[in-house]
């Protein structure tokens, strides 16, 4: 089977850094993606890590350590509407995402 | 913009009904894919489609079946429905089959349609 874990919940306040940690352990590998899903919503696409090392996309950046099975989503200066959930997927192979169960940041001001 | 749409946002439906989720999207993309979510389980996948007339079961396909006659079009059918079958259904579809950087393997998203069988 396909484990990936995530936090269940953290909050943070409004213009501050927060890091959301995924870790995995797969029967295989070829990337990792991060969405996010605010609520009622369905889930839109962040960013992915085929290789190691950090991605950077304007206010969030992921990192990915294959070796560790690990990796983060960092959200830059929070504003209110990034309240939401952020999924992390790993790419296993034949078409097949397998999820975790999500972040909830919650954003305080 | 590639844009997924899904026939109904919610739905309620009786015990043993045949009940059809609808999926189009407008983008071209190969693959199509239907899933489930509830709360404390995250999204695990029923079945997905990689070409018109082919499809393959996910994690989860026990109760349900799909149909693709058009590249655009991705139907689930939940062929009698059951209680445990109240959830959050997506769809989601995306274009290359093979993932390296630069590929866009995305997965894009419908609204999903909350399904609830009484």
């Known amino acids: 089977g396909q484990n990936i874990d995530q936090p269940t919940e953290m909050t943070a306040t409004e213009g501050a850094i927060v890091q959301i940690n995924c870790t995995y352990q797969?029967?295989?590998?070829?990337?990792l993606f991060w969405y996010q899903q605010h609520a009622g919503e369905a889930p839109t696409f962040l960013s992915y890590?085929?290789?190691?090392g950090l991605e950077e996309k304007g206010r969030f950046s992921s990192f990915l350590s294959r070796s560790k099975g690990y990796s983060y989503l960092l959200l830059k200066e929070l504003q209110m509407k990034d309240s939401a959930s952020y999924l992390c997927?790993?790419?296993?192979?034949?078409?097949?995402?397998?999820f975790g169960k999500g972040n909830q940041v919650v954003v305080i001001p | 913009d590639v844009k997924v749409t899904q026939s109904s946002r919610y739905l309620v439906k009786r015990t043993g009904e045949k009940v059809f989720l609808e999926c189009v999207q407008d983008?071209?993309?190969?693959?199509m894919f239907w899933y489930r979510q509830d709360p404390g389980l995250g999204l695990r996948l029923i079945y997905f489609?990689?070409?018109?007339?082919?499809?393959e079961k996910g994690d989860i396909p026990e109760g349900y079946s799909v149909s693709r006659e058009k590249k655009e079009r991705f139907s689930l059918i939940l062929e009698s429905a059951s209680t445990n079958q109240t959830s959050m259904y997506l769809c989601?579809?995306?274009?290359?089959?093979?993932?390296?950087?630069?590929?866009?393997?995305?997965?894009?998203f419908g609204p999903g349609t909350r399904l609830t069988v009484t």
């Open positions: 797969t029967s295989g590998f070829n990337g």
């Open positions: 890590n085929v290789l190691d």
């Open positions: 989601a579809s995306s274009l290359a089959q093979v993932l390296a950087p630069g590929n866009h393997f995305e997965q894009y």
């Open positions: 983008m071209d993309h190969e693959n």
């Open positions: 997927a790993v790419y296993y192979g034949n078409n097949r995402l397998a």
């Open positions: 489609s990689y070409d018109v007339k082919m499809k």
